[in-house]
């Protein structure tokens, strides 16, 4: 069956640097776009991007440039997100998200970024 | 950026009893291809979110067909006909007409009375 896993949770400090990963299995890893939603503590989804799995070309939402980059290992059928001089604010659990009509999450991965 | 509304942000239901959630958009979801990319989620307590519904009514494979979803242009409703304990958690609409960005709505929390 499809699936997709993820990375343990992190503990970092501000200013840190982060990155998650995301393994697909279950399906051709080329057939699905990528997305990335994160969601704060006791709050609601929001999207930050999307990454061309084919072509490997990033999209992202506006309150997600600069900092924040996707990446593909296409032959380890695995997708990642780094964040960079992390902030307080970036404390989140991040879901890697695949499918059509976004069918496959990943489990989450929590990130706390406290000094 | 479309912004989804839902209502209520809270529910409180009893087990079996049928409920409504609304999500209003800010413009119409309809695509000139004729589709409308309105989906509905549910997220349980510390799980991922899971799909129930796509292009506004479509049930997901495995979703029981107690749930249901209707709608057309800028208002959609998730309907539960008769709510079990698993049901419980926070539901979500995406929708994806206007896209990029994906935008969601706020949640609706089901809970028990």
């Known amino acids: 069956q499809i699936q997709l896993v993820q990375s343990g949770p992190e503990l970092k400090k501000p200013g840190e640097s982060v990155k998650i990963s995301c393994k697909a299995s279950?399906?051709?890893?080329?057939?699905?776009?990528m997305h990335w939603v994160k969601q704060a503590p006791g709050k609601g989804l929001k999207w930050m991007g999307w990454?061309?799995?084919?072509?490997?070309?990033?999209t992202y939402a506006d309150d997600f440039k600069g900092r924040f980059v996707f990446s593909l290992e296409a032959s380890a059928s695995t997708a990642n997100l780094q964040i960079s001089n992390l902030k307080n604010e970036d404390t989140a659990t991040y879901f890697c998200v695949g499918g059509t009509w976004f069918a496959y999450w990943g489990q989450g991965t929590l990130v706390t970024v406290s000094s | 950026d479309v912004v989804l509304t839902q209502t209520p942000p809270t529910l409180s239901a009893t087990i079996g009893q049928s409920v409504s959630i609304s999500c209003r958009s800010s413009q119409s979801l309809l695509h000139s291809n004729g589709n409308t990319y309105l989906n509905w989620l549910l997220q349980r307590p510390g799980q991922p979110p899971q799909l129930l519904i796509y292009?506004?009514?479509r049930l997901e494979s495995g979703v029981p067909n107690r749930f249901s979803g209707s709608g057309s242009g800028t208002d959609f409703t998730l309907k539960i006909s008769g709510v079990e304990a698993e049901d419980l958690g926070v539901y979500y609409c995406?929708?994806?007409?206007?896209?990029?960005?994906?935008?969601f709505g706020g949640g609706t929390k089901l809970e028990l009375k």
């Open positions: 292009l506004v009514s």
């Open positions: 279950g399906y051709t890893f080329t057939d699905y776009a």
């Open positions: 995406v929708q994806s007409t206007h896209a990029p960005p994906w935008t």
């Open positions: 990454i061309n799995t084919y072509t490997g070309k990033p």
